[in-house]
């Protein structure tokens, strides 16, 4: 049974830091290029970040400069830092993983809540 397991989301104030954290299990993880998407309430899930197997990275325009995404496959955990967050931030952040294939695979997590406000 495939699970996505996220934690680390909370409230925080405008400028500080959150690192979500995805445990996953069930799948070869080192072959998925795993992500980060957030959906706020009444708007469509977006993108945030992804990361291949080989490593590379892809991000948001929102979060550029701001947000980390890596993976420890060892773990098999993906990871998202959050830093200089902004009220705009708040969102329900899921993880994903997607295996590229004929067939694409993917799978989500439940997600975890992130509120950015004083």
């Known amino acids: 049974q495939v699970q996505l397991v996220e934690s680390g989301g909370g409230l925080v104030q405008p400028g500080g830091s959150l690192r979500l954290s995805c445990a996953a299990s069930g799948i070869i993880f080192g072959m998925y290029t795993m992500g980060w998407y957030h959906q706020a309430p009444g708007k469509e899930r977006e993108l945030v970040a992804t990361?291949?197997?080989?490593?590379?990275?892809n991000y948001a325009h929102s979060v550029k400069g701001r947000f980390t995404i890596s993976r420890d496959n060892a773990k098999k955990t993906v990871y998202l830092q959050m830093n200089s967050l902004k009220p705009e931030d708040t969102a329900v952040y899921c993880c994903h993983a997607n295996l590229p294939s004929m067939v694409p695979v993917n799978y989500w997590g439940q997600g975890t809540q992130v509120t950015v406000s004083s």
């Open positions: 990361i291949t197997s080989d490593g590379s990275t």
